[in-house]
């Protein structure tokens, strides 16, 4: 059988994202009001899930209010229409985890008090400039996507089990299994496009995609060193002995399945590294 023609692999690559993006559109979305706040032993939930409502809370609203089309001036319309769909289920997210830290007596984030990071304007003008750089800077953000929502997948899927566990019926069945499924679909979406783009990419500017992923690249939410201690506190309360295999080895396998490294020597174990990072913030 002969080889695919390069363009002939371009149009599957793009019929699979197009089809993440339509599984993106289509799912159930989650209606606010249809949450059932309903709770067994609240006492008991503020006390065990406090630390990653809060930080689950805080990084929903904080990527619902950054302007993430900003940061690729070039986005074609699958990114554009993911991004609408994607800013409203963050949003939404972050709504509902406010209300069930009320019932619980936590205190949320204001939504109204998040602005873009300032590093988001160089990136932007790197893309204006130039098509190349906006390539590379897409890549590496459709590929930290897949990562970050395989994050928020994993701790909704905990918390969601812990519910269960507990009886806490209406909770999983009106809120958290939900919201482990839009970060589901989010993921899938993000994963395919980024093995579609990096699929494109030159190899100068793979050595590039590689290169930032390792070096920048750090939990949804825990970029700035005074957040990381809250990410290493979910961690601690959802996954204190099971985190390697939860979190840190499902992140690096994926890394380097989008990141096609072929012959090239593996990545180094910067997953591990940035977790670590967040365990000696919180030490400190």
């Not at 503020?46 to 805080?58: G, I, S």
């Not at 809120?175 to 979406?189: M, P």
Request: glycine residues 4%; charged residues 25%.
């Amino acid at each position: 059988m002969s080889a695919a023609h390069p363009s002939d692999t371009d149009d599957v690559a793009a019929t699979a994202t197009s089809q993440r993006l339509e599984f993106v559109e289509s799912k159930r979305p989650l209606v606010f009001d249809e949450i059932d706040f309903t709770m067994n032993d609240p006492e008991f939930l503020a006390a065990t899930l406090a630390h990653p409502l809060e930080y689950a809370q805080r990084v929903e609203a904080l990527v619902g209010h950054t302007t993430m089309g900003d940061l690729m001036p070039r986005r074609d319309d699958v990114v554009e229409r993911f991004l609408t769909t994607w800013t409203d289920d963050e949003l939404g997210h972050a709504r509902a985890l406010a209300e069930l830290m009320r019932h619980l007596g936590l205190e949320p984030l204001d939504l109204d008090t998040f602005s873009p990071p300032a590093h988001n304007q160089w990136i932007s003008a790197l893309g204006r400039a130039s098509q190349s750089m906006h390539d590379v800077t897409t890549t590496i953000w459709a590929t930290s996507g897949a990562m970050n929502e395989h994050v928020a997948m994993a701790a909704y899927s905990r918390i969601d089990t812990m519910l269960q566990e507990r009886g806490e019926i209406a909770l999983h069945e009106t809120l958290f299994r939900r919201l482990r499924a839009h970060e589901s679909a989010h993921k899938s979406f993000y994963a395919t496009y980024a093995t579609e783009t990096w699929a494109r990419l030159r190899p100068w500017q793979r050595h590039l995609t590689r290169f930032a992923i390792r070096r920048t690249w750090a939990p949804v939410g825990a970029t700035d060193p005074s957040d990381k201690p809250a990410f290493a506190r979910t961690v601690l309360a959802l996954s204190p002995d099971t985190w390697e295999s939860e979190l840190v080895q499902p992140l690096q396998a994926m890394a380097e399945r989008i990141l096609d490294l072929g012959d090239d020597r593996p990545l180094d174990p910067f997953v591990e590294r940035a977790v670590l990072d967040c365990f000696d913030a919180l030490a400190a």
